[in-house]
């Protein structure tokens, strides 16, 4: 099964090598028909501390790193 790859905002970076990241999802309300934005944080592994908050980046599913986190960063170069 392929790893799903997600696209969001760093919002923190005060643990090591953690960041936390706010991605957000716009859909259609089933009745209303108004786009509604919904977004959910996920923290994700970042090997070398090199993402400050407000950078925009991508992360991608892997096993556990710890309790709560289950996302590695995607560095640009590295997306094998």
């Avoid at 991605?23 to 592994?45: G, I, L, N, W």
């Avoid at 992360?59 to 710890?66: D, L, N, Q, V, W």
């Amino acid at each position: 099964m392929p790893k799903r790859i997600l696209s969001g905002v760093v919002t923190g970076d005060q643990n090591a090598q953690t960041v936390t990241v706010s991605v957000e999802r716009r859909f259609t309300h089933p009745v209303m028909k108004k786009t509604v934005r919904r977004s959910k944080k996920y923290r994700a592994h970042d090997a070398e501390n090199q993402f400050k908050v407000g950078d925009t980046v991508r992360i991608r599913e892997c096993a556990p790193y710890s309790k709560n986190k289950r996302w590695e960063v995607l560095v640009d170069g590295a997306d094998a």
